[in-house]
């Protein structure tokens, strides 16, 4: 299985753009890139997700490398909600993939009034 | 509301006592899966269900149990727990196993083995 690499943490200012860098230097074809974030004492929470090119949704963008072997999370303008756990994982297309899904240690945002 | 339901949010048990940890979705997902989150190891992947009775082991299955009889419940059983399950779980569904389905996530269930 493809694996990613996250910075352990990182910080930022709130209302400030905050970028969360992912390396996944074995991606394959068919994997697709997704982000999920996981608040104190809940879930992870899904943010975004993309196979090839940039998305933007009302949570974040999600900018991808043109040999997607990296990726980047982009929080527009961070708020002290955003103070998070965020995980980057790569979730193959195929139908019968094995479908084992693997989350690092994911990188702890701190977000500073 | 669509969600996915762990039952129950907390647990204390000892050592060898069967527990069965519930999940259920209300989103007709046909991918269902568990997780385990210690301190420093990240979420790791105990089962996962393609859909119904189709099961398969993650990266830690060894001591776990899980069936996927109906499509909308797949619980997790601990046949003997040890302390070394203690541990924060997660169950969580998507509309499918296909790579671009989102995971929808439950609130976990925190089980203590003494």
């Known amino acids: 299985d493809a694996k990613t690499t996250q910075p352990n943490s990182m910080e930022s200012n709130e209302e400030e753009p905050v970028h969360l860098p992912c390396n996944h230097s074995?991606?394959?074809?068919?994997?697709?890139i997704h982000w999920y974030r996981q608040l104190p004492s809940q879930g992870p929470e899904y943010v975004i997700h993309?196979?090839?090119s940039n998305v933007n949704n009302r949570m974040a963008s999600l900018a991808i490398a043109e040999d997607r072997k990296s990726s980047t999370l982009i929080l527009h303008r961070a708020t002290l909600r955003d103070a998070a756990v965020y995980y980057c994982?790569?979730?193959?297309?195929?139908?019968?993939?094995?479908?084992?899904?693997?989350f690092g240690g994911g990188t702890r945002l701190m977000v500073k009034p | 509301e669509a969600q996915v339901t762990q039952n129950p949010r907390y647990l204390i048990t000892v050592t060898g006592k069967k527990l069965t940890v519930t999940c259920s979705q209300n989103m007709n997902h046909e991918y269902m899966s568990w997780y385990r989150q210690d301190p420093g190891l990240g979420l790791r992947q105990i089962y996962y269900?393609?859909?119904?009775?189709?099961?398969d082991k993650g990266d830690v299955p060894e001591g776990y149990k899980v069936s996927r009889k109906e499509k909308r419940n797949f619980p997790l059983i601990l046949e003997s727990p040890s302390p070394n399950q203690t541990s924060l779980y997660f169950c969580?569904?998507?509309?499918?196993?296909?790579?671009?389905?989102?995971?929808?996530f439950g609130n976990g269930t925190r089980l203590t083995v003494t």
């Open positions: 269900s393609m859909n119904v009775e189709v099961t």
């Open positions: 993309g196979l090839t």
């Open positions: 074995t991606i394959s074809g068919t994997d697709y």
């Open positions: 994982i790569l979730r193959d297309w195929g139908n019968n993939a094995g479908n084992m899904l693997t």
């Open positions: 969580a569904s998507s509309l499918s196993g296909r790579g671009g389905s989102p995971l929808h």
